[in-house]
């Protein structure tokens, strides 16, 4: 019998993993940390399914974000009965399965309400591999998902071109009627300019909230240089999405802003998380979920801490893909008032949105 690898994969593995596979067909991949931005049809478009593993990481891990990414990403039923267990079988020399496809209702069930994705990038990383990275690949993940809009972030703006990537979301926006919401991202090394974007982003190309990228600006969300723009939120109560540290002194100084702390989905609940405990004290910090990381527990403990009234869905596509980042609250077991809070409602409230979706 030849030797047969299996590797856990990452994102950011098809950069190392594309070439193995068309060199080696033992090469196998587990999914468990597979988050390509719908990546198990990628690969099948590429190399077959035949060495897609289908794993969990459980206990450590949450068994949604695997379990809905492959339940909704783009697949024939035998692919998906391939991956979900049959690839394996076969490996081992086993019977294949009967079963073929999710039972007819199971935790990663879609919801008859609308959801909102708060965290979505628009093109493609310099870093990372990036699949279907444009609004016409975001939106076919938003149809299959059901997802009725996400808020885009340029990846060009959160690097160093921020008038040119802010228009390139309102060339998404435009394209795309009530699906993409926008983020004006501001660059603190340009504080000159910042005021005046702002005032192109919302004042000409109807934009909803604006973004902070502390790490890649390599300037901390309490400098100076971004007052002009906290300002601006405070001014009018706008959402104001942060990579980075949001401090005490940000949320008394300007109280009407509407601050989301980015990625606090990968607290594994174990230790103090500081904008859970600034979330206790201030009503105007959310949290935002998008992480790479989905401990086991996390959302239900996170819940628990801080409350569903304070925390908002984002997948950080396509860096990620959706249907996982969805899984970590669809699965949680938690009261389904509460997932619509999350999914849907506290969003909607944060950027305003009417009956009319993106007024």
Same mark, same amino acid.
């Given at each position: 019998?030849?030797?047969?690898?299996?590797?856990?994969?990452?994102?950011?593995?098809?950069?190392?993993?594309?070439?193995?596979?068309?060199?080696?067909?033992?090469?196998?991949?587990?999914?468990?940390?597979?988050?390509?931005?719908?990546?198990?049809?990628?690969?099948?478009?590429?190399?077959?399914?035949?060495?897609?593993?289908?794993?969990?990481?459980?206990?450590?891990?949450?068994?949604?974000?695997?379990?809905?990414?492959?339940?909704?990403?783009?697949?024939?039923?035998?692919?998906?009965?391939?991956i979900g267990g049959d690839n394996l079988r076969h490996l081992l020399g086993l019977a294949h399965s009967p079963i073929s496809s999710f039972p007819h209702s199971s935790c990663t069930d879609l919801p008859d309400h609308p959801i909102l994705d708060v965290h979505v990038h628009l093109g493609t990383w310099f870093s990372t591999y990036v699949n279907a990275g444009g609004a016409d690949g975001l939106i076919?993940?938003?149809?299959?998902?059901?997802?009725?809009?996400?808020?885009?972030?340029?990846?060009?703006?959160?690097?160093?071109?921020?008038?040119?990537?802010?228009?390139?979301?309102?060339?998404?926006?435009?394209?795309?009627? %009530? &699906? /993409?919401?926008? *983020? #004006?991202?501001?660059?603190?090394?340009?504080?000159?300019?910042?005021?005046? $974007? +702002?005032?192109?982003?919302?004042?000409?190309?109807?934009?909803?909230?604006?973004?902070?990228?502390?790490?890649?600006?390599?300037?901390?969300?309490?400098?100076?240089?971004?007052?002009?723009?906290?300002?601006?939120?405070?001014?009018?109560?706008?959402?104001?999405?942060?990579?980075?540290?949001?401090?005490?002194?940000?949320?008394?100084?300007?109280?009407?802003?509407?601050?989301?702390?980015?990625?606090?989905?990968?607290?594994? %609940? &174990? /230790?103090?998380? *500081? #904008?859970?405990?600034?979330?206790?004290?201030?009503?105007?910090?959310?949290? $935002? +979920?998008?992480?790479?990381?989905?401990?086991?527990?996390?959302?239900?403990?996170?819940?628990?801490?801080?409350?569903?009234?304070?925390?908002?869905?984002?997948?950080?596509?396509?860096?990620?893909?959706?249907?996982?980042?969805?899984?970590?609250?669809?699965?949680?077991?938690?009261?389904?008032?509460?997932?619509?809070?999350?999914?849907?409602?506290?969003?909607?409230?944060?950027?305003?949105?009417?009956?009319?979706?993106?007024?």
């Amino acid at each position: 019998m030849p030797w047969n690898a299996a590797s856990n994969a990452s994102r950011e593995d098809g950069k190392s993993a594309f070439p193995l596979w068309q060199r080696h067909h033992n090469l196998h991949l587990e999914t468990s940390y597979f988050q390509v931005h719908q990546g198990l049809s990628c690969i099948a478009n590429r190399f077959g399914t035949g060495r897609l593993l289908f794993g969990t990481g459980l206990p450590a891990r949450a068994p949604g974000p695997p379990l809905t990414q492959l339940r909704y990403d783009v697949l024939a039923d035998a692919e998906r009965a391939g991956i979900g267990g049959d690839n394996l079988r076969h490996l081992l020399g086993l019977a294949h399965s009967p079963i073929s496809s999710f039972p007819h209702s199971s935790c990663t069930d879609l919801p008859d309400h609308p959801i909102l994705d708060v965290h979505v990038h628009l093109g493609t990383w310099f870093s990372t591999y990036v699949n279907a990275g444009g609004a016409d690949g975001l939106i076919r993940s938003m149809d299959r998902l059901r997802i009725q809009a996400m808020a885009l972030i340029a990846f060009d703006s959160i690097a160093a071109d921020m008038r040119g990537g802010n228009d390139r979301v309102a060339a998404a926006m435009r394209e795309y009627p %009530g &699906r /993409f919401l926008g *983020y #004006a991202t501001v660059d603190p090394n340009e504080p000159k300019a910042m005021t005046k $974007e +702002l005032q192109h982003c919302f004042d000409k190309l109807g934009f909803h909230a604006i973004k902070f990228h502390c790490d890649t600006h390599g300037v901390p969300a309490d400098h100076d240089n971004y007052r002009p723009a906290l300002e601006y939120a405070d001014e009018r109560g706008l959402p104001v999405l942060i990579h980075g540290a949001i401090t005490e002194r940000m949320l008394q100084t300007y109280p009407r802003a509407q601050f989301l702390s980015a990625h606090v989905g990968g607290w594994d %609940g &174990r /230790f103090p998380h *500081y #904008a859970v405990s600034l979330a206790k004290r201030h009503p105007n910090i959310h949290l $935002e +979920l998008c992480s790479s990381i989905v401990f086991n527990g996390a959302m239900e403990k996170l819940v628990e801490e801080a409350g569903s009234d304070r925390i908002v869905h984002g997948s950080d596509a396509p860096l990620m893909d959706p249907g996982y980042q969805l899984g970590r609250v669809l699965a949680a077991k938690l009261p389904a008032a509460d997932k619509k809070k999350i999914l849907y409602d506290n969003a909607a409230r944060l950027f305003r949105l009417g009956s009319n979706l993106g007024t």
